[in-house]
Each structure stands twice: as structure tokens, then as C-alpha cells.
């Protein structure tokens, strides 16, 4: 056992509480659990009810403080719909109603502007625009959808990209020589393993996205690298906030093992082979895999 295995597997904790030390997969963002810390907007009554109204679902928050918890906020409301582009968003209010700063409540509008969830104009102020103009490939925009109305939508069109990503994805990777990530790929379907037996569905989810994650920079792809993105978003929202890309079971870890043993050996075909299964066998699939059209 590798030592970056070892480490992960002491660091963590069973499955209903998170890990303990700096584990090397602390380093990637994860969602925050329902009790995090964020923006409390107070009760907005008359015509502006609904820019008070709480969001469904915190969404993990990739910025820290009043301005990213604002962001979250406000880019939840503005996906599940509870803020349309019928009135503009006025700072000034957004600012009293949420009780922070105007220069958070600026630089939180600015960030929605970035994602094409809001544009502002002279004379017209800032507005949300239309879903055409967003960036549906935004990790922040994947987690709000996933969590609002349109999930259903959202996690097929996310299994869809990963059946056109991944197996091409596994294919460039085979063969690639890397002995350093394949090691690390090792480590991870070693991790999956031992968090299934100790029922640590924390440890598993974390040790499946760095799989995936690692897989992808395997290929040497940067258009694929820069395509992650939705990977790994996908395995954060398709199980919920604990599991990965599938429930942990047994079977989930041995079509793991099948593709780094494949990328391993360089079987390209095989490697390809081995992720499509993976991805037939997770339970959402079988709404994503189009059925042979009949002529």
C-alpha cells in the first residue's frame, strides 16, 4: 500500500461524519453540508418576497465570506427561477435586504455577470438574462440546476456528457506511461475498497472523483482537462451530497479496478470498454443510453 492510500484510509472517519487531517483529497472542493455557514436574507415582504425567499438547497460554496455566500444565494434564486428578468436587481436593495455591503453586493453581481446569469446596462440596470446566455458548463451553474427544478434535466444532460467525455477520455489515457498517476489511480480503487468495508461513503465519493479526476489529465488532452469540470460536478450532484458516481458497492469498485488495470497495461479497447460499463452500470444511465432506433 502506497503511502498517499494509507494516509487517506487512517484519515478517515465512518461514513456519517467527514475526514480528519490533511488528507490529500482535502484539497478538492466538496459541497458543504446543509448547516454551513451562510447569507441569511431576512423575510422581504410585498412585491419583493421572492428575492427573500431561501434558496432549496445550499450549493457548495467556491468562495468564502459574505461575497461568495452571496453569489450562492442570488445564483440559486436566479436558476430555480424564483428570480426572473420581469424587475432589474438593484443593488441598493439587494444590499439592505441581505444586510452586507455594497461593494460584496457589486462584486457578487459581477461574478453572475461572468457566468451569463445577469447582465447590466445604463438606463436598464442589471437583469437576469435569458437560460440561453448562461454558462450551463459552469461547476456553480451544474450544482444550482442540479439542486432546483430542473435536476432531472440537468443530471441527464450531465450523464450524457460523461458517456461522450470519459470513454474517450480512458482510451487516450492507456499506455500513456505515467507511472506516478498510475499509482495514484492504484491508490484511489484501493481507498474505494477499504472505505466500502468500513461503510464510508465520504471517503469512497472523494476517492472516486479524484479517480476520474486523474483519469482525465492521463489522456494528455487539455481540451478534455478543461472539460473536467463537468466530470467532477457530476459526481458530486448525481448521488446526492455523500456518494460519487455510484452507490459503494462491490461491483462499482472491480469496474474501477478493470479500468486502471487496462490503463495500466495499455489496452486502449479495453480501457474504453471497462468505463463504458462503469457508466452503464450507474443507475441513472439507463434513462441516458439511447435505445437502437427501429428502421
Excluded at 52 to 77: D, K, N
Excluded at 261 to 287: C, F, I, K, N, Y
Aim: aromatic share 4%; glycine share 10%.
Amino acid at each position: 500500500m502506497s503511502t498517499l492510500a494509507h494516509t487517506m484510509m487512517t484519515a478517515a472517519r465512518p461514513a456519517e461524519t467527514s475526514l480528519t487531517g490533511p488528507g490529500e483529497l482535502d484539497r478538492y472542493p466538496f459541497a458543504e453540508s446543509p448547516g454551513a455557514d451562510r447569507v441569511t436574507p431576512v423575510a422581504w415582504q410585498g412585491a419583493d418576497a421572492d428575492l427573500g425567499r431561501a434558496p432549496r438547497r445550499p450549493a457548495g460554496s467556491r468562495g468564502r465570506g459574505l461575497h461568495g455566500q452571496l453569489v450562492q444565494q442570488l445564483g440559486q434564486m436566479i436558476v430555480s427561477g424564483d428570480l426572473g428578468a420581469d424587475r432589474p436587481l438593484v443593488p441598493e436593495e439587494i444590499g439592505q435586504r441581505f444586510e452586507v455591503s455594497r461593494t460584496v453586493v457589486r462584486e457578487s453581481l459581477r461574478v453572475l455577470e461572468a457566468k451569463g446569469l445577469v447582465s447590466a446596462r445604463p438606463n436598464v440596470g442589471t437583469r437576469v438574462r435569458p437560460v440561453s446566455d448562461w454558462n450551463l458548463l459552469d461547476p456553480d451553474i451544474i450544482e444550482w440546476r442540479a439542486f432546483g427544478p430542473q435536476r432531472e434535466d440537468q443530471r441527464r444532460e450531465l450523464n450524457e456528457m460523461r458517456w461522450t467525455i470519459e470513454p474517450l477520455a480512458a482510451r487516450l489515457a492507456a499506455g500513456h506511461g505515467r507511472d506516478e498517476v498510475q499509482q495514484r489511480l492504484g491508490d484511489m480503487v484501493e481507498i474505494m475498497g477499504h472505505a466500502l468495508a468500513q461503510g464510508d461513503g465520504l471517503t469512497f465519493s472523494r476517492a472516486d472523483a479524484e479517480f476520474h479526476s486523474l483519469l482525465i489529465q492521463l489522456a494528455g488532452n487539455r481540451m478534455l482537462e478543461h472539460l473536467s469540470g463537468i466530470v467532477a460536478a457530476a459526481l458530486q450532484v448525481s448521488g446526492g451530497p455523500v456518494t460519487g458516481c455510484d452507490r459503494p458497492t462491490e461491483a462499482a469498485v472491480a469496474h474501477h479496478a478493470r479500468i486502471a488495470d487496462a490503463l495500466a497495461s495499455g489496452d486502449a479497447h479495453a480501457a474504453e470498454s471497462a468505463m463504458r460499463q462503469l457508466l452503464t452500470a450507474h443507475p441513472d444511465v439507463d434513462r441516458v443510453v439511447p435505445a437502437p432506433r427501429e428502421h
